[in-house]
């Protein structure tokens, strides 16, 4: 009997490697030289010091030398990427792993309730709606439909208070610019005419007269998409008038702003306006719509700190505020006499970052812990009701509602918690599943857990680390190491469809918490912009060094990833460690410090970085790391694959077209220095999902090329 069952063992583990076929990498690819990029004169003098910019002239994304450099780089990288083994079986996989069903949470207006719905493989999600829980099912605006290779998406949605007007926004090719089509609700008949040239915008209706957006004047012809974007406005739109009869109702040069927003509180009697110079922090206006011919009053006019009101009680307003509160909290204050001196703390501030929420009259304090969520339910009087139960330790969102409603949906993930939507009644604080992931992938193979690492000067920075159960710690797992740190913005855990492939294969994910970054308030912030920008990098550095000292990987499985502020990170610590990873993939990165700031709303990223014209001590600091500047001749950099998009308007393409043009002159060694230039796509929003998956089976392929790591399929 013993000998029989090792028989049936022996070729059931044959029959197992039988059905899995081990690729290895290619042992050499051959690489097509690379385009001989032209070399101009240009040269700038910044305080004395005269910086070469040989590659000015990439900057014109419109000329023809410059279209016919993209498709000579595009050549030499598919090339490269074809000669991959197992690239094919990775795009086949990523197909599988994406085609199943995706939904939303769902959101009612008027009579109906809305829901975003991809059967798959669709390149943009569908909005569905339904009358009640049980009415019929109908198609109200299919995105697929708006351009025939997917590439123009519905970039925002508003609906008027009684839910019988509609005005949605349209991104072509993945640009910033967006069209404004208004419908009605019950029969989709178009109202007026297509507004055009809106940015950064969102869409606020008044009644059913109109709305509020916000725009800029649209740069000279042929430089939409790198021409600078200084002075915003808000106009208010009147249903069956022309755009150019729009009032102007804030901003523009009698009270320039970078950026300005506008929207209503849910009663519709104070309209919002927000104005700010830079990303982070901003003054704060109201104006009573309630009084015609009413003022609009300043509440806050301090443009470090961030505010917004997020609710009110006929003249009771609601603000949040992390005004000498750096981890945000809440206020009350009377709408008559608004200015800060006279707000009562609400929700005081605690150790953790608020951000909050309002729904079914009731306060709902979401708070980051250590980069995963805790949320606190208080009343309107400031009471705690409860700490709503989460299903584990991840990231939720969706927290608010309209006033009346009784129940509201969120959403929970983790790394290895699909997104997962979940019902909640607000009387009871009960939760209850409403729609659970079918993404191909079960959590139970695999292990997500937070570790503490310390900086170069000694700081603790969190990390999350995600691999398969039982990983053995000797080195050898091929690993992605991703990080933003910048801006304020707080990476949390989040599920990846395409992160699956690195996990079955047995590597490593880790994602760092660095400094720049709002996990921890503004401090934290702080302690990543300008002058102590380095404290990212140094972040960044230490979370490899972290992964190798503690077996997870070596220097020789390692790559590193990041995008937009991301992309600059992965630019500067691969030109001040190369040697520490295998793999660089910066994507839509800003590469260039010194001149970030002269192209579309760049400027408006001075908070974080500083800018070279500042004054001599903020040059020197931005050309020691800006990563174009900062390559050096005859290196040897890691296997780099730079990605960006030729309708990038947020990030310029010319900061990665600068940038692999230098590295490709300056690298020394074997390792491919490739650029991948996506057309009609932009910054990343609205890309449809072919182009997604492309993209990824490519990082992917390339990553475990140049980690010389197998790919079972």
Known sequence: MTKNLGIIVLATIVTACQNQRIVQPAEEITLVPYPATEKGSVTENYFGT?????????????????????????????????QIPFRDAIYKRLEKLWDYEKFSAPFKEGEYTYFYKNDGLQNQSVLYRQKGEDGNVEVFLDPNKFSEDGTTSLAGIAFSRDGSLVAYQLSEGGSDWRKVIVIRAEDKSIVGDTLVDIKFSGLAWRGNEGFYYSSYDKPEEGSALSGMTDQHKLFFHK?????????????????PRRYIGGYLTEDERFLVISAANTTSGGELYIQDLSK????????????????????NDGDKLFIYTNLDAPNGKVVTVDAGNPKPENWIDLIPETENVLNPGTGGGKIFANYLKDATSMVQQYDRDG???????????????????????????????????????????????KSVLYKASEVDFDPTKYESKQVFYTSKDGTEVPMIITHKKGVVLDGTNPTLLYGYGGFNISLTPSFSTSNIILLEQGGVYAVANLRGGGEYGQK??????????????????????????????SSDKLGIAGGSNGGLLVGAVMTQRPELFSVALPAVGVLDMLRYHKFTAGAGWAYDYGTADDDAEMFNYLYTYSPYHALKAGTAYPATMVTTADHDDRVVPAHSFKFAARLQEYHVGANPVLIRIETKAG???????????????????????????????
């Open 50 to 82: 005269e910086v070469p910019d040989p590659y000015r002239w990439l900057e014109n994304d419109t000329a023809n030398e410059t279209k016919a450099w993209v498709a000579a780089q595009n050549e030499v990288t598919n090339a490269y990427l074809e």
């Open 239 to 255: 249903l069956n008038t022309s755009q150019h009869e729009d009032e102007l109702i804030f901003g523009g040069s009698s009270i």
């Open 292 to 311: 015609p011919g009413s003022a609009i009053i300043n509440v806050v006019d301090n443009f470090e700190r961030n505010h917004s009101v997020i609710d």
């Open 383 to 429: 009471t705690l009701e409860r700490t709503i139960d989460l299903p584990g330790v991840g990231s939720a969102g969706g927290f608010s509602a309209k006033e009346d409603e009784k129940e509201l949906y969120y959403s929970f993930t983790s790394y290895i918690y699909p997104p997962t939507i979940f019902k909640y009644d607000i009387a009871s604080g």
């Open 524 to 553: 934290w912030h702080d302690a990543g912009t300008k002058l102590q920008k380095q404290n990212v990098f140094d972040d960044f550095i230490a979370a490899a060094e972290y992964l190798i000292d503690e077996g997870y990987t």
């Open 683 to 713: 910054h990343g929003a609205g890309k449809p999902t072919a182009m997604i998956i492309a993209e990824q089976a490519d990082k992917w392929a390339f990553l475990f090329q140049n980690t010389h790591t197998p790919y079972t399929e």
